[in-house]
T-cell receptor, first 114, second 113 residues
Framework: AQSVAQPEDQVNVAEGNPLTVKCTYS??????LFWYVQYPNRGLQFLLK??????LVKGSYGFEAEFNKSQTSFHLKKPSALVSDSALYFC????????????FGDGTTLTVKP | KAGVTQTPRYLIKTRGQQVTLSCSPI?????VSWYQQTPGQGLQFLFE???????NKGNFPGRFSGRQFSNSRSEMNVSTLELGDSALYLC????????????FGPGTRLTVL
């Protein structure tokens, strides 16, 4: 079985400060990891993904994420938060042996205050 | 390319009725997945279709079903609606390959009274 945990329901940061949204996963086999963002009353938008290779991946809007195999984590980061980054963030995982199924975390609400 | 479209955007039904939701994927995408999103349960995987075949199914009762047509458009059907089926139903499409990201539609907001 595959699972994703986002341990924080809510993350609050001040504008200009660095932000981290945490994600850990559990799978059998090699994981493909994704981050998506959802703005109010809209569908999810893809931010970035890890497939293989460099553990640090860069994505849209200045976000990046670090894959850590030993800690089975894929935390989302941004060096300097913007108020417009306030949204709901989802981590997701897929594996080759379970084609077609994406498992999502419960989501983390990020609030960036001016 | 046009994005993923879902119809209708909003739907109000009463208990016991059935409903059909439609999803048109991005042109060229043959994989279509459906998710149920609720405040308490997050994003739950319903099923995934690829080239008209259901490849995977989540833990939902048999009242939830779906299909995919030869043009990759997909429908999901919920029969004998229950109050707990009220949710945002999201459709996502992707290119072939488990490493490809999904592109989501705006969702259909279903309210069961």
């Amino acid at each position: 079985a595959q699972s994703v945990a986002q341990p924080e329901d809510q993350v609050n940061v001040a504008e200009g400060n660095p932000l981290t949204v945490k994600c850990t996963y559990s799978v059998s086999g090699n994981p493909y990891l994704f981050w998506y963002v959802q703005y109010p009353n809209r569908g999810l938008q893809f931010l970035l993904k890890y497939i293989t290779g460099d553990n640090l991946v860069k994505g849209s809007y200045g976000f990046e994420a670090e894959f850590n195999k030993s800690q089975t984590s894929f935390h989302l980061k941004k060096p300097s938060a913007l108020v417009s980054d306030s949204a709901l963030y989802f981590c997701a995982v897929r594996v080759d042996t379970n084609a077609g199924k994406s498992t999502f975390g419960d989501g983390t609400t990020l609030t960036v205050k001016p | 390319k046009a994005g993923v479209t879902q119809t209708p955007r909003y739907l109000i039904k009463t208990r016991g009725q059935q409903v059909t939701l439609s999803c048109s994927p991005i042109s060229g995408h043959r994989s279509v997945s459906w998710y149920q999103q609720t405040p308490g349960q997050g994003l739950q995987f319903l099923f995934e279709y690829f080239s008209e075949t259901q490849r995977n199914k989540g833990n939902f009762p048999g009242r939830f079903s779906g299909r995919q047509f030869s043009n990759s458009r997909s429908e999901m059907n919920v029969s004998t609606l229950e109050l707990g089926d009220s949710a945002l139903y999201l459709c996502a499409s992707s290119e072939r390959g488990v490493y490809n990201e999904q592109f989501f539609g705006p969702g259909t907001r279903l309210t069961v009274l």
